[in-house]
């Protein structure tokens, strides 16, 4: 029961994340003691947690009562840690450094947060479209789609000049 618990919460989490699980930062997002990738994606995280899962999962049957209490107290610990860092992303500080880069990674930090909102804006209105009954709501829901998509290809491509940028100016 409490692998199945586990298992959804991970599986909920990776969902959560998906948006944001390639976006890097300057500094560890958490403690060694929790993660010990030296990566700052979520997504290594996201994969840390899942192996401590299957490690959890072999515990349990070979019935190592002491290994089993300990991984699924860290675990717990660390898909806490990821809820609580996917609900406070956007407000993330990034660490210091030049002012040029600091203003690119600002930049990043912004137009992550836009990709992510246009995203979900374009889901609900496709899960919207795909319920509209009437053909006007339908029509309108499209061209809020089409709209959204056109804004969602621009704001990747923002994303993409500023990644080169930053590219260059940490070389």
């Given at each position: 029961?409490?692998l199945?618990?586990?298992?959804?919460?991970?599986?909920?989490?990776?969902?959560?994340?998906?948006?944001?699980?390639?976006?890097?930062?300057?500094?560890?997002?958490?403690?060694?003691?929790?993660?010990?990738?030296?990566?700052?994606?979520?997504?290594?995280?996201?994969?840390?947690?899942?192996?401590?899962?299957?490690?959890?999962?072999?515990?349990?049957?070979?019935?190592?009562?002491?290994?089993?209490?300990?991984?699924?107290?860290?675990?717990?610990?660390?898909?806490?840690?990821?809820?609580?860092?996917?609900?406070?992303?956007?407000?993330?500080?990034?660490?210091?450094?030049?002012?040029?880069?600091?203003?690119?990674?600002?930049?990043?930090?912004?137009?992550?947060?836009?990709?992510?909102?246009?995203?979900?804006?374009?889901?609900?209105?496709?899960?919207?479209?795909?319920?509209?009954?009437r053909?006007?709501?339908?029509?309108?829901l499209?061209?809020?789609?089409?709209?959204?998509e056109?804004?969602?290809?621009?704001?990747?491509?923002?994303?993409?000049?500023?990644?080169?940028?930053?590219?260059?100016?940490?070389?």
């Amino acid at each position: 029961m409490l692998l199945q618990k586990l298992d959804d919460q991970l599986a909920l989490l990776r969902q959560r994340c998906a948006p944001m699980a390639q976006h890097a930062t300057l500094s560890a997002r958490f403690d060694r003691h929790l993660f010990q990738t030296r990566s700052t994606l979520i997504q290594a995280c996201l994969e840390e947690a899942e192996g401590h899962l299957q490690a959890l999962r072999q515990a349990v049957e070979q019935q190592q009562l002491p290994q089993v209490a300990w991984l699924a107290e860290h675990l717990a610990s660390q898909l806490e840690a990821i809820s609580r860092e996917t609900a406070s992303w956007s407000l993330r500080e990034w660490d210091s450094a030049s002012p040029g880069l600091a203003r690119w990674q600002r930049r990043r930090i912004q137009h992550q947060e836009f990709e992510r909102r246009l995203q979900e804006m374009t889901a609900q209105r496709k899960a919207r479209l795909a319920q509209a009954t009437r053909l006007d709501e339908q029509q309108t829901l499209q061209r809020e789609v089409e709209i959204y998509e056109g804004r969602l290809a621009r704001c990747r491509k923002a994303l993409d000049n500023i990644e080169r940028v930053l590219a260059r100016l940490t070389r």
